[in-house]
């Protein structure tokens, strides 16, 4: 039986935006357009059942390819709450799914999350928090390190790579969210008693 190892992880980001919370909302809420743009995602897939593959790429430290491989579908929340729940992935549908083929070693995980926005005055509050399980198999060349200190070493490194996605999408949020609402007025325009001059984003 494999060497199998369960590592996890979880950050928590607040941002705020100058901009009207509906505009937010409808943004965060275009996941063909946000989550292909996470950091460190290598590919993303949407089915017709409505749910989203997303690809992770890492290394088993000796630069060796693997990926990490999630299925999600979202909540649409009242109060304009966003949530991302986590669907089970095996070993037998990555292997039977011709677009994952050629992409190493698959492992499958567990992505669970959240975007929560609050309004405050002329700006938006968001906060929003993942939380990571994945379970691998420990290479050979780590297999006599003692289980407790592989444990440590692999969730210091989910902790990384998370850490790298969460201030990797804050960094680049503000210019891409103006970037995506030049290319998207006929939806914003459907969003009612908005006022588009209204629409620009600042981070605080």
């Known amino acids: 039986?494999?060497?199998?190892?369960?590592?996890?992880?979880?950050?928590?980001?607040?941002?705020?935006?100058?901009?009207?919370?509906?505009?937010a909302y409808t943004y965060f809420t275009d996941f063909n357009h946000v989550l292909p743009r996470l950091p460190e995602i290598e590919r993303v897939?949407?089915?017709?059942?409505?749910?989203?593959?997303?690809?992770?790429?890492?290394?088993?430290?000796?630069?060796?390819?693997?990926?990490i491989v999630f299925d999600i579908r979202h909540e649409l929340v009242e109060n304009q709450h966003i949530k991302i729940v986590s669907l089970p992935v095996s070993r037998q549908d990555l292997s039977e799914d011709s677009n994952m083929h050629g992409v190493g070693p698959l492992f499958g995980g567990m992505f669970n999350g959240e975007v929560v926005f609050t309004q405050r005055a002329d700006r938006i509050d968001i906060g929003y928090s993942v939380n990571l399980v994945v379970e691998v198999e420990v290479p050979r060349f780590l297999s006599f390190i003692p289980r407790p200190v592989l444990q440590k070493l692999g969730e210091s490194l989910m902790q990384l790579k998370l850490h790298n996605i969460g201030d990797g999408f804050a960094e680049r949020l503000t210019n891409d969210f103006e970037e995506w609402c030049l290319t998207h007025s006929e939806r914003l325009a459907a969003i009612p008693d908005l006022n588009l001059s209204q629409v620009a984003a600042q981070t605080i």
Do not use: C, E, K, W
Request: glycine share 10%.
């Open 1 to 23: 039986m494999a060497n199998q190892m369960v590592v996890q992880g979880n950050f928590q980001r607040f941002i705020r935006l100058q901009t009207p919370l509906p505009v």
């Open 45 to 67: 897939m949407r089915f017709r059942d409505g749910r989203y593959r997303m690809i992770f790429g890492a290394d088993d430290g000796r630069g060796h390819q693997m990926s």
